[in-house]
């Protein structure tokens, strides 16, 4: 297995554009999660799907942010309009697991986002 | 709220000495700790997973120890070597999502 995979892994991008970051879990995986990784905060988690729907989308910032997951194999985390203090590098993780706890999550290679 | 503590400040030991590394927690119940491995310009790595009524896992060179009175884990890597520096995560849940500290960075010197 290739593992979860992320494009792109380097965005740049201007102040108040839109950003669309993709991630494509590990096959035969019920959950997928969306962090944000700053040196300030740390690894956030964001969202998290279970099955393809959306459980828990406590950690997104605000309504600029918003995530899909049309199908198992797929997901989109987009920020529209995009700041700089959304710079951050996001990491996109699968589990099967169903979201538990118990579970070993497996991470992506991550984007690393620039908003100027 | 829920706090979690790892020491921001690098971890350095010589090569095959024992890295202990902490990992706090306060205003938390968590039922599985866990901990990754997260090497520069990379994703985090799973390494164990230890449940609450566990008092201590091993895996090979690694041993986690998770003291729910203390609300404390304990992460040790013996004989480590260089290739194991790296920024290590604790991670803690309940039974649902995983919260991560900020990791503690290790340096193992030859």
């Known amino acids: 297995d290739a593992g979860v995979i992320q494009s792109p892994r380097h965005e740049v991008t201007e102040m108040g554009q839109e950003v669309t970051l993709r991630c494509k879990p590990i096959?035969?995986?019920?959950?997928l999660f969306w962090y944000r990784q700053t040196m300030m905060r740390g690894l956030e988690l964001l969202i998290y799907?279970?099955?393809?729907?959306?459980?828990?989308d406590s950690g997104m910032p605000e309504d600029r942010f918003s995530a899909k997951m049309p199908n198992a194999s797929f997901s989109t985390l987009k920020i529209q309009p995009s700041e700089p203090r959304d710079s951050a590098v996001y990491f996109c993780?699968?589990?099967?697991?169903?979201?538990?706890?118990?579970?070993?999550?497996?991470f992506g290679p991550g984007t690393r986002l620039t908003v100027l | 709220s829920q706090k979690i503590e790892q020491n921001s400040e690098a971890l350095n030991i010589q090569e095959g000495k024992t890295a202990t590394l902490t990992c706090n927690y306060t205003?938390?119940?968590?039922?599985?700790l866990q901990w990754y491995r997260q090497d520069p310009g990379r994703g985090p790595v799973f390494l164990l997973l230890?449940?609450?009524?566990?008092k201590e896992k091993r895996k090979e060179r690694l041993k986690v120890t998770f003291d729910t009175t203390l609300k404390q884990s304990l992460f040790h890597i013996t004989a480590s070597q260089p290739a194991d520096s790296a920024t290590y995560l604790c991670?803690?849940?309940?039974?649902?999502?995983?919260?991560f500290g900020k990791g503690t960075m290790l340096l193992v010197s030859p």
């Open positions: 993780a699968s589990s099967s697991s169903g979201g538990t706890g118990g579970g070993e999550q497996f």
């Open positions: 096959s035969g995986h019920n959950s």
């Open positions: 799907f279970n099955n393809n729907v959306p459980i828990d």
């Open positions: 205003n938390y119940s968590p039922a599985y």
């Open positions: 230890i449940r609450e009524n566990e």
């Open positions: 991670a803690l849940s309940g039974y649902s999502t995983l919260t």
